[in-house]
């Protein structure tokens, strides 16, 4: 079945770094991709939609200087923290649909990144 | 009103038991709804689609009230494994994900 991919799975670093996080669909091209975080016993948020080839779309209250995300290719998405803080510390993780797009089709998840800020 | 809603229990119940739990949500235009099996500190995997006319999966049963905005979920002869928590996933222009109900099987 479809896979998604994602690196890295867990993170530790000093606060003001800045760290990348990479989707990538293994085996289907994803025109549209998802970004979602989870804080611990919380829903997933989503926090933005990555299209490919174009500026990602980003959900209310999500500071896309914050979150940078690049869609470079049908195959892979990027979320970058940049100058993290301890408060950025979450679970991130990004979905896709082999569906040829749109979000009305079953979500392959990621694995899921693990943020720790010190 | 959020936009997806669920218990989020826990539901302790032995094993053999059948539990049953509803997500409720607020959009009347929303298009597509699936349930979620979420294990601790892993990703969500489908474990289903709700469909109209309900659907049945082995143990699962899901369902789709549009009248009431709501979908179930029941599980039948509760196995340990199926310990977990149980996201519902609504689908207008987005996909919106309820907070999740814990569901606890015992020995």
């Known amino acids: 079945g479809a896979v998604v991919s994602q690196h890295p799975s867990r993170v530790i670093c000093k606060s003001g770094t800045s760290v990348k996080i990479e989707c990538r669909s293994l085996d289907f091209q994803a025109t549209t991709m998802f970004w979602y975080r989870q804080f611990p016993k919380k829903s997933l948020m989503l926090m933005a939609t990555s299209n490919e080839g174009s500026k990602a779309t980003y959900e209310q209250g999500v500071e896309k200087d914050k979150f940078l995300i690049n869609h470079a290719s049908l195959t892979l998405s990027t979320l970058t923290v940049t100058s993290a803080h301890p408060e950025d510390s979450s679970f991130y993780i990004c979905?896709?649909?082999?569906?040829?797009?749109?979000?009305?089709?079953?979500?392959?998840f990621g694995d899921g990144t693990r943020l720790s800020i010190l | 009103r959020k936009e997806v809603e669920q218990d989020p229990g826990p539901f302790n119940v032995p094993e053999g038991a059948t539990v049953a739990f509803n997500c409720t949500y607020s959009?009347?235009?929303?298009?597509?709804f699936f349930w979620y099996r979420q294990d601790c500190r892993k990703e969500p995997k489908l474990l289903m689609s709700v469909y109209s006319s309900g659907n049945e999966d082995g143990r699962f049963t899901a369902q789709l009230n549009r009248a009431s905005q709501y979908i179930s979920l029941l599980i039948r002869d509760s196995k340990l494994s199926d310990s977990a928590t149980y996201l519902c996933v609504v689908v207008d222009y987005k996909l919106s994900f309820g907070a999740g109900t814990t569901v606890t099987v015992r020995a």
């Open positions: 979905s896709a649909t082999s569906g040829g797009g749109g979000s009305n089709q079953p979500q392959h």
């Open positions: 959009n009347s235009a929303s298009q597509s």
